[in-house]
């Protein structure tokens, strides 16, 4: 379904990706984790076509991106950090954006987004008010909905947890796999957290300096390191060892 073929992506004199080959598999939950600076973020602006490659090729359905003629708010469903809320606009605002420049109309919108209220367990009296009034965990789920609106089949996340405090994170998490499973759509999602990728993610991909060093489960990166560099990450995740037991063998 989704490819990178052979992709660098340059910023000035610094290759930040580079020469890449993956393919993300149909209906899994695919992790990109590595230390900052390693590139994850920008393969997923590649993806979503936030960024042009310099070289190579992001393949959908075997075509260039460029040439599927479905408009990418509708293939992808794209989440970032803080949410990315409009402050003027109230949470179901927000929500509908998507549907709003499709033109959808207004009753298919709010049938829609009752169901995703539901899948996400948000207040329904949250629709009203504004980002600033939500909390972290509202704002992200708001973030989610607007990003699932269309039903898109493939969804991208940008360290969707990254800003929340250890309790809310962990909650979500949970809604996440949760959601994941239920739904059973491609899956990208960036982070730097090997706990939360092991307990999220059907295959990890861990990247140092634009490259994949390795491929496979937390076990696999655990039990099984293809190089030094993957060893030293693990180990530098001493709460990973501490907490894998969440579900064995993820």
């Given at each position: 379904?989704?490819?990178?073929?052979?992709?660098?992506?340059?910023?000035?004199?610094?290759?930040v990706v580079g020469g890449v080959d993956l393919t993300f598999q149909p209906g899994q939950t695919n992790v990109l984790i590595g230390p900052s600076g390693c590139g994850k973020t920008?393969?997923?602006?590649?993806?979503?076509?936030?960024?042009?490659?310099?070289?190579?090729?992001?393949?959908?359905?075997?075509?260039?991106?460029?040439?599927?003629?479905?408009?990418?708010?509708?293939?992808?469903?794209?989440?970032?950090?803080?949410?990315?809320?409009?402050?003027?606009?109230?949470?179901?605002?927000?929500?509908?954006?998507?549907?709003?420049?499709?033109?959808w109309p207004t009753g298919q919108i709010e049938d829609r987004t009752r169901q995703l209220i539901e899948l996400t367990d948000f207040p329904a009296d949250g629709l009203q008010r504004y980002p600033t009034q939500?909390?972290?965990?509202?704002?992200?789920?708001?973030?989610?909905?607007?990003?699932?609106?269309?039903?898109?089949?493939i969804l991208l996340l940008d360290e969707p947890l990254g800003a929340l405090d250890p309790m809310i994170r962990d909650q979500l998490q949970n809604q996440l796999r949760q959601i994941f499973r239920q739904l059973?759509?491609?899956?990208?999602?960036?982070?730097?957290d090997l706990n939360e990728a092991a307990f999220l993610?059907?295959?990890?991909?861990?990247?140092?300096?634009?490259?994949?060093?390795?491929?496979?489960?937390?076990?696999?990166?655990?039990?099984?390191?293809?190089?030094?560099?993957v060893t030293d990450f693990v180990h530098a995740q001493q709460p990973y060892f501490q907490t894998a037991g969440r579900e064995e063998g993820a």
């Open positions: 379904m989704l490819e990178l073929r052979r992709v660098t992506k340059r910023f000035g004199d610094r290759e920008t393969i997923l602006k590649m993806l979503v076509g936030l960024l042009t490659p310099d070289s190579g090729q992001v393949l959908i359905d075997g075509k260039p991106a460029a040439e599927v003629a479905e408009p990418a708010c509708q293939r992808f469903g794209y989440v970032i950090q803080t949410g990315g809320l409009f402050p003027h606009l109230t949470a179901g605002q927000n929500i509908a954006l998507p549907a709003r420049y499709l033109k939500l909390s972290g965990g509202q704002r992200q789920r708001v973030g989610l909905m607007r990003a699932l609106l269309l039903e898109p089949e059973n759509k491609t899956v990208v999602l960036v982070t730097h993610g059907d295959t990890l991909i861990l990247l140092h300096e634009g490259q994949i060093v390795q491929q496979g489960t937390a076990v696999d990166l655990r039990e099984r390191p293809a190089s030094p560099f």
